[in-house]
């Protein structure tokens, strides 16, 4: 079983950086892939985007270029997992979590459903 904790969330002003951090633990973690997500008020998961197995990172468009997706060198049981969030904006507000995806394929990663593990999610507020 994998555990997910995050944290970093809180409250910015829009334009300012914020910096998520995941720890995950247990489990043979080279055997999963990690991603971010972000779910808004009244509405569904987003994905962000993923670090997989291989080391290579995906993104979802909506952050391409202002979201990094990094991680410590990984080991088998423990890994730490960030995602650089820069030049913020009232819609990303939301809450972030990050998730554990088994042996997954690429078109796997975007799909909430996939993950089987979850982190209790941390909260970030964007002000205008």
């Known amino acids: 079983q994998v555990q997910l904790v995050e944290s970093g969330g809180g409250l910015v002003q829009a334009g300012g950086s914020l910096r998520l951090s995941c720890v995950a633990s247990g489990g043979n973690l080279r055997m999963y892939d990690l991603g971010w997500f972000r779910q808004a008020p009244g509405k569904e998961r987003e994905f962000i985007g993923a670090i997989r197995r291989n080391s290579n990172i995906v993104y979802a468009d909506s952050v391409k270029g202002r979201f990094t997706i990094s991680r410590d060198k990984a080991e088998n049981t423990k890994n730490t997992m960030y995602l650089q969030m820069n030049s913020l904006k009232p819609e990303d507000t939301a809450v972030y979590s990050c998730?554990?995806?088994?042996?997954?394929?690429?078109?796997?990663?975007?799909?909430?459903?996939?993950?089987?593990?979850w982190g209790q999610g941390t909260q970030v507020t964007v002000s205008s």
């Open positions: 998730a554990a995806l088994y042996a997954g394929i690429l078109s796997s990663l975007w799909s909430a459903r996939n993950y089987r593990y």
